[in-house]
């Protein structure tokens, strides 16, 4: 195996998801790059935030690494092994270990189902569990993600959002995964739930030694969980950076506009706040800008940056931009 020599549990070497839409006559099809070479690290153990902007690819990247979408190119490594090029029912097998948490629990989870069934059924899928030992295995995961016992003949319907995510989260950690993608798992939640979830996330990634990939369009979302975060943009990691440093030093001027969009709780400190407000709307990823897919929206734009694809490079000690207008003797853009 040619990756692997670290400490990284998922790595993913050039992903590519494209979407064929249209395909129409005369062979019109077109297509979305929804994951356009994507070449990133997951260390064990560590919960690395995805975030961006509505369309930029983040669900398509979380399930493409578990294989919900088919990758169209590249590889995905899971301790050292490729997932992209395993038969479906190999890797049906791995899915034990890879799970997936939704934003939307109601529609993750069937509604003529009760919990205990929900829960339960990775569980008897997998072969971990059956009769009564599966139904205790059930309970135990209730009380783990914070539900009464009690509870198990009820259906999604009778409980609240808060609730069902920690039936999501149960049902995920039923088959004892290793990895897991939250895709915006707090983003349809009331303000007061979101950080009860976060904490239970944080719980069970400390009791049971978990990665997560956290995606959310909310930088301040993933503030308090990840380790490191990832910027996207139309497909591409266009920042990469340890968690406080994304926050205190963004250098992408991308990422300086996300962060200053998040408002500050202090309220002198947010009436003085610089706002940096990105020009144009978000380009089509069919047909996405030439040379660096942000320039049309960029303050700093110049005409290189029409013309040459930006490589990810290290700018400071784990510290990653992908900007024509940064090295590591210019680290700071204008
Ligand atoms: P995000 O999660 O960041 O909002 P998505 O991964 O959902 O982004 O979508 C990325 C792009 O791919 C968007 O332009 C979206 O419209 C498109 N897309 C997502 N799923 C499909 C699909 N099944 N077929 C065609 N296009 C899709
Ligand atoms: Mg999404």
């Given at each position: 195996m040619e990756t692997n020599g670290n400490n990284s549990l998922i790595s993913l070497d050039e992903l590519q998801v494209y979407y064929r839409i249209g395909g129409g006559l005369f062979s019109e099809s077109k297509s979305v790059k929804a994951v356009d070479g994507v070449t990133l690290d997951i260390k064990k153990g560590e919960t690395l935030g995805l975030v961006g902007?509505?369309?930029?690819g983040k669900s398509t990247l979380g399930k493409a690494i578990l294989r919900l979408t088919e990758p169209t190119g590249g590889r995905v490594f899971y301790n050292g092994k490729d997932l992209a090029s395993l038969p479906q029912r190999e890797m049906r097998e791995q899915r034990k270990h890879l799970q997936m948490i939704f934003q939307d629990p109601y529609a993750s989870?069937?509604?003529?189902?009760n919990v205990g069934q929900i829960i339960g059924e990775p569980i008897r899928t997998f072969g971990l569990a059956n009769g009564a030992a599966a139904d205790l295995r059930v309970e135990e995961l209730m009380e783990t993600v914070g539900l009464s016992r009690r509870f198990t003949r009820r259906y999604p319907h009778e409980f609240s959002g808060g609730q069902r995510q920690r039936i999501g989260i149960a049902r995920a950690l039923a088959v004892e995964p290793e990895f897991i993608v939250a895709d915006e798992p707090i983003s349809a939640l009331d303000v007061s739930i979101q950080a009860q979830i976060m904490n239970l996330m944080g719980r069970l990634q400390t009791e049971k030694n978990l990665t997560y990939l956290f995606i959310s369009h909310d930088l301040r979302a993933v503030r308090h969980l990840s380790d490191r975060v990832a910027v996207m943009y139309l497909g591409k990691i266009v920042e990469l950076a340890p968690g406080k440093d994304i926050y205190a030093d963004p250098l992408m001027p991308y990422t300086q506009a996300l962060i200053s969009a998040v408002p500050v709780p202090d309220p002198e400190i947010e009436a003085k706040r610089e706002r940096i407000i990105l020009q144009g709307?978000?380009?089509s990823s069919i047909n996405p800008p030439s040379g660096c897919h942000f320039h049309t929206r960029?303050?700093?734009?110049?005409?290189d940056c029409k013309r040459i694809v930006p490589q990810l490079v290290e700018i400071k000690p784990g510290h990653q931009a992908a900007c024509i207008r940064i090295s590591p003797e210019h680290p700071n853009i204008g």
């Open positions: 902007e509505s369309g930029c989870l069937n509604p003529r189902m709307d978000v380009p960029c303050p700093y734009v110049i005409e």
